[in-house]
């Protein structure tokens, strides 16, 4: 289960060459395991036919010397392939007894009564390999071939012939198959790694182009199409997927902007329609004055929501991203001081601006207008929570990389946990409160500062109030 945990962890071009490394290097080694006992068994069979053929040899040339021991009559016009310097050679009976040996044999002890059982199951001989050749006097090899052979075709065979020669060339062959395998398996499996990632890369390089071209279709290119891929395969038709599914998004979309746009104008003729009649009859009327005041002041609080709300539209449909052009950043911060000081002279709250420059001032690319409210919302919220006489800081400071705009109020600030939500639609930091407010100015504000690439964040423990900076990058 973990394995499965990890393996989904990773990425598709891992998996996909972890996929690869494991089929193909459990291929190889199979295939390496079946050519290894493969040739071990031919060069085994080779080896014992060449030692049958030796031991025929060596049977029609044995002579005894006077002390019954060996003599082998080398016929000097044929190759031999094991040399009889290097062979061990033992005649027994076949009750086991040692008839005669070669001068070499020292304290080896062949064995006999296996041999003999598969020669008696009517074998013509029988082989042994002989691994322990601790008592070998000057082992040529780690293993010798054994052979046990009767000399006499009577039936029963009486005499055999043993002879056991070092496996020297059958070793020194697999030796070299198992370097081999040693040393080329784990560098192919390396090359597959390799290769593997290399061509799952180039594999999934065009769904990562797909991936690319997605990511670039925001809300402001909608109408923008995925290139289709020359080839037809799966990733044109996930590229026609896609198309089709931006069609129908781009379609649902310009449906709710038209609706949204539609339904606030229509909202906002009765409104004013309402508010002029409510104004009219205010001026004739003057026992239901309380009411109709009051009615006013609803009346104009929802002519509020319906234009930040068709604001918000706007700024979500991207539209007025087209209207940029070059603004005097400080300008429109001025105006919007000014609008919101005749507001916050009802409290005696004071706006005081202060500019730190320290390098060149500079325009930026954005909405006059939007910028307005950008600044405006953020201040009339200052003014909204400041108390009497309180002071609402605005500090403009200018930065060869960066402006920054500082707006700091003395009121009761934002409570620990609005802090992550203040920027959300219909959050107020005080929901209890009977500050007026429908949560929608600092929404709007950050709306308006993502559209324009600003940065507008609520400065952490600052002392004093609410503390909102907005950073502007050149």
Do not use: C
């Amino acid at each position: 289960m973990a394995l499965v945990t990890f393996l989904k962890s990773l990425s598709l071009k891992v998996r996909l060459t972890a996929l690869f490394v494991i089929l193909f290097g459990t291929t190889t080694i199979l295939f390496s395991a079946i050519i290894y006992f493969s040739l071990n068994d031919a060069l085994l069979h080779d080896f014992d036919i060449a030692l049958f053929n030796y031991s025929i040899d060596v049977s029609k040339n044995i002579k005894f010397n006077d002390t019954n021991n060996l003599l082998i009559e080398v016929d000097e016009a044929k190759i031999y392939p094991f040399s009889s310097g290097t062979a061990l050679i033992l005649i027994r009976s076949a009750t086991g007894e040692i008839l005669s040996e070669s001068a070499n044999m020292g304290s080896v002890k062949f064995p006999f009564k296996s041999q003999i059982k598969v020669i008696k199951e009517g074998r013509d001989s029988s082989y042994t390999t002989i691994e322990d050749t601790t008592g070998f006097p000057d082992a040529e090899a780690d293993s010798y071939r054994m052979i046990t052979f009767p000399i006499n075709y009577l039936a029963p065979a009486t005499i055999f012939l043993q002879i056991a020669v070092p496996m020297t060339t059958f070793e020194s062959q697999l030796e070299r198959l198992n370097g081999i395998i040693t040393f080329g398996l784990p560098t192919l499996l390396l090359l597959a790694i390799f290769l593997g990632l290399y061509f799952s890369s180039r594999a999934l390089r065009p769904v990562k182009q797909l991936i690319n071209n997605i990511e670039q279709i925001g809300i402001n290119h909608l109408s923008d199409r995925i290139p289709l891929p020359q080839s037809k395969d799966e990733i044109r038709k996930l590229a026609e997927t896609q198309n089709l599914m931006l069609n129908r998004i781009e379609k649902t979309f310009i449906s709710q902007e038209r609706f949204i746009a539609d339904a606030s104008h229509q909202l906002l003729t009765p409104l004013t329609i309402l508010r002029g009649e409510i104004e009219l009859k205010m001026k004739t009327e003057t026992e239901d004055r309380a009411f109709l005041r009051s009615l006013l002041h609803e009346t104009n609080s929802l002519s509020k929501i319906v234009k930040d709300m068709l604001l918000l539209a706007r700024i979500d449909a991207g539209n007025e991203a087209a209207n940029f052009r070059e603004v005097q950043i400080d300008e429109v911060l001025l105006d919007a001081v000014v609008r919101v000081q005749k507001i916050a002279l009802e409290k005696n709250i004071n706006i005081k601006v202060e500019i730190k420059e320290s390098a060149e001032r500079k325009s930026v690319q954005g909405e006059p207008d939007l910028l307005f409210n950008l600044f405006y919302n953020i201040l009339e919220n200052a003014s909204k929570y400041s108390g009497p006489t309180q002071i609402i800081t605005v500090l403009i400071t200018w930065n060869d990389s960066d402006t920054t705009i500082d707006i700091i109020d003395d009121g009761p600030g934002v409570p620990p946990e609005k802090k992550h939500t203040i920027f959300d639609r219909f959050s107020r930091a005080n929901s209890s409160s009977s500050t007026p407010g429908f949560g929608l100015g600092l929404s709007i504000s950050k709306k308006i500062a993502d559209l324009h690439g600003f940065q507008l964040t609520l400065v952490p423990e600052s002392g004093r109030g609410a503390h909102f900076q907005i950073r502007i990058q050149h």
